[in-house]
Structures are given as C-alpha cells and as structure tokens.
C-alpha cells in the first residue's frame, strides 16, 4: 500500500474539479488519484482527449474552469494534477479490469496490469 496518505480533502477536491469540467463540458474519460512510489506523491490523473492535441492549451482550460467555479486552485497545486492522453499506460491498465461510471470512488491497490504497477489508487472515473 502507499506509503503517503491520500486525505479526504484531497478526495473531495478531485470530486469537485471533476464536477467543474463536466459543468464547462471539459471530455473527461478518466479520473483518478494515483500514488507514485518513487516520487512519494499523489497525483490526480484526468485523462482527456485535449492533452493529446494541446498539452498546454488543456492545462489552461482546466486551470480557468477552476478559477472560475471559485477557491479551488488555491486549495489544490495543478503541479498534483496531471492531464493524460487517452493512451495513458496507467489508466488503461485499470480501465482493462475495472470500469467505473459518474463520480464515483473505488480503491485500486497493490496491483500489476499487463506490466503496470498500480500501488495505489483511487478511481472517481474511467471509462472503457
């Protein structure tokens, strides 16, 4: 299991920035918090089809919708966040054993998928 511990206030921050995109129809087809051992951290993966044609151009519309629904890129660093293209090793490796519609949450530890060590997680998203 992860060594850092992920908060409910970080729980409930990703809920409410996916809650953000869907309402500025911001393509969301992953969402997930990922524990990345060798940095020690926890990281709030969106996977989107923008990342893969404008990286930085998604990054900019994620980090105006947040600025205007309010405080929330006061509350949370956009250097956690990390937009992913819809090929993204680790999202697809649990995306090919679990599928999670809405909002939800669903805890994903301690598992190896076609190669991809997947320490821990928690899973808001993720469409087939």
């Not at 992860?2 to 409410?16: N, P």
């Not at 949370?76 to 697809?92: C, E, G, H, T």
Request: charged share 25%.
């Amino acid at each position: 299991m992860a060594g850092a511990v992920l908060v409910e206030a970080d729980i409930e921050m990703g809920r409410e920035l996916l809650k953000i995109l869907d309402a500025a129809s911001f393509p969301v087809t992953g969402a997930a918090w990922v524990y990345y051992a060798d940095a020690g951290e926890w990281r709030l993966l969106i996977r989107t089809p923008k990342a893969e044609r404008d990286l930085l151009g998604a990054l900019r519309e994620v980090a105006g919708a947040m600025d205007a629904a309010g405080d929330l890129r006061s509350r949370i660093d956009l250097a956690r966040i990390k937009l992913v293209p819809p090929k993204d090793r680790v999202l697809a490796a649990m995306g090919s054993v679990v599928r999670v519609d809405g909002a939800s949450t669903v805890r994903f530890s301690r598992n190896m998928i076609n190669g991809v060590l997947i320490d821990d997680a928690l899973i808001y998203r993720l469409a087939a």
